[in-house]
């Protein structure tokens, strides 16, 4: 008798210590979305701010209705041959208890769906940085629809889903290496291969209209990562998330500089957004090593995407595709690296006892990593592709060249960033002439 109560004494309970930890992560995630909203927002043209923050905006409303009707059974049901889930109690979330535990796990279901929704939320929204300027509101909107059904929703289940085909390989991606920011950096590679480049591209100058607005979303991206990559160990129990914090800060902060020291030497400046750039593309790479790697690992991880990022966003040019804001350069770019580092920098003291190349441990993880990255690369590009593709076809992907040039915001959504109307125009300036106004009037004349 004794070792039965013993045994049922064992069996998982809800801790509300970890039940509310997570519902603040889930909230710091949800920040993202309108902090990458303002990173984006401030990186384009005044024309097309609107569009911008609302092509993010409008992935809240989406992603939301698709995840609680089937989003959540795809991703996180019961396996369905290595590529799909399926559950029907998680349909509509209609046969989920308020207090039924996620398996293994001590938070509700409920609380788990929700956290994970703010993942499906962000990665579409990442895509949209790439189609600055020119796609139809009304054809993004759908393109989410379908890219997360068709792409994110299974993606998730391969990599974090009980029975996906990396999940049992066992690729490590702790928040989303793969899972967000390779799929979406493919992702957008793929669209704009099939829309082509903005009017202009190589020729006009297209600089951020408002580095404070760049900084502010970055600052909001770096804080609410937090949540994305500490909350991804689903507890705070056995300091897994602790370790993930702490990189995360770690490898963010090593990027930043790396990037700043690369363009010092390459372009002569330290620039405001490549302060901002580099940290992000350090939060990328990290996403997915953070819980394997020590913190000097985070150091190498974060100072390696740093300069790589920095040297691919140039790639643009060189290959001619019109990435609007470096989605593949940062995004891409570090998912692959921050993945791929995992096989070299693997301490063995984290999420598991898994050691890289570097710790002694060869390179079968290596191997694992790269399947796990080229196959989510390879999938989400073309899968993509022939999505924008077929919407193209249809109802058409970009406005009109006409459009384009006179402003998306105004053409898309009938308003303006910024009136300047209250600004003081020139009548209320000569309602009352002054002897100084005079006097500056005729200096301005001679």
């Given at each position: ?34 902090g ?34 089937y ?27 308020k ?9 509700p ?101 408002s ?20 909350g ?51 939060l ?77 441990g ?25 999505l ?31 009136d ?10 000569t ?16």
């Amino acid at each position: 008798m004794a070792p039965a109560i013993t045994l049922a004494a064992e069996a998982p309970k809800l801790s509300a210590a970890n039940t509310g930890f997570m519902l603040i992560c889930s909230a710091l995630v949800l920040i993202m979305t309108p902090g990458l909203a303002f990173f984006y927002g401030g990186m384009v043209r005044v024309k097309s701010t609107l569009n911008m923050l609302m092509m993010s905006f409008i992935s809240m409303g989406i992603v939301t209705i698709l995840w609680v009707l089937y989003g959540f059974s795809v991703a996180f049901g019961t396996d369905k041959g290595s590529l799909v889930g399926w559950t029907s109690d998680f349909v509509g979330f209609s046969g989920i208890g308020k207090m039924e535990l996620w398996d293994g796990y001590t938070i509700p279901i409920y609380v788990f769906a929700v956290f994970q929704l703010m993942f499906a939320i962000i990665t579409p929204a990442l895509i949209s940085g790439a189609l600055a300027d020119r796609v139809k509101f009304t054809a993004w909107s759908l393109f989410i629809a379908l890219w997360a059904t068709v792409v994110y929703f299974p993606v998730a289940h391969w990599v974090w889903g009980t029975g996906g085909w990396a999940f049992d390989l066992g690729v490590i991606d702790f928040a989303g290496g793969t899972a967000v920011h390779i799929n979406a950096g493919a992702a957008a590679l793929g669209v704009i291969l099939v829309i082509g480049k903005r009017v202009g591209f190589k020729k006009d100058p297209m600089r951020p209209h408002s580095l404070p607005l760049v900084m502010l979303g970055c600052g909001l991206l770096w804080f609410g990562w937090f949540g994305f990559n500490a909350g991804s160990w689903l507890g705070n129990d056995d300091g897994v998330g602790a370790l993930m914090f702490v990189n995360t800060q770690v490898a963010t902060a090593a990027a930043m500089l790396a990037w700043l020291a690369y363009e010092k030497i390459r372009h002569g400046a330290f620039t405001t957004l490549g302060a901002a750039s580099g940290a992000v593309a350090g939060l990328v790479a990290i996403t997915p090593s953070g819980g394997a790697v020590s913190p000097l690992g985070a150091i190498a991880v974060g100072a390696i995407a740093g300069v790589l990022c920095a040297m691919a966003v140039g790639l643009k040019y060189r290959f001619n595709y019109d990435d609007s804001l470096d989605v593949v350069g940062v995004h891409l770019v570090g998912g692959v690296v921050g993945s791929l580092l995992i096989g070299f920098f693997a301490s063995g003291g984290g999420q598991s006892d898994v050691k890289g190349l570097f710790y002694g441990g060869g390179l079968d993880q290596f191997w694992k990593q790269c399947a796990g990255v080229f196959a989510v690369l390879g999938y989400s590009l073309v899968a993509s592709a022939i999505l924008a593709f077929l919407i193209d076809k249809t109802i058409g992907m970009r406005v009109t060249e006409d459009e384009e040039i006179a402003g998306i915001d105004q053409a898309e959504h009938a308003e303006t960033a910024y009136d300047f109307s209250g600004a003081g125009g020139g009548a209320a300036r000569t309602a009352v002439p002054t002897p100084v106004a005079d006097a500056q009037t005729k200096k301005v004349d001679a």
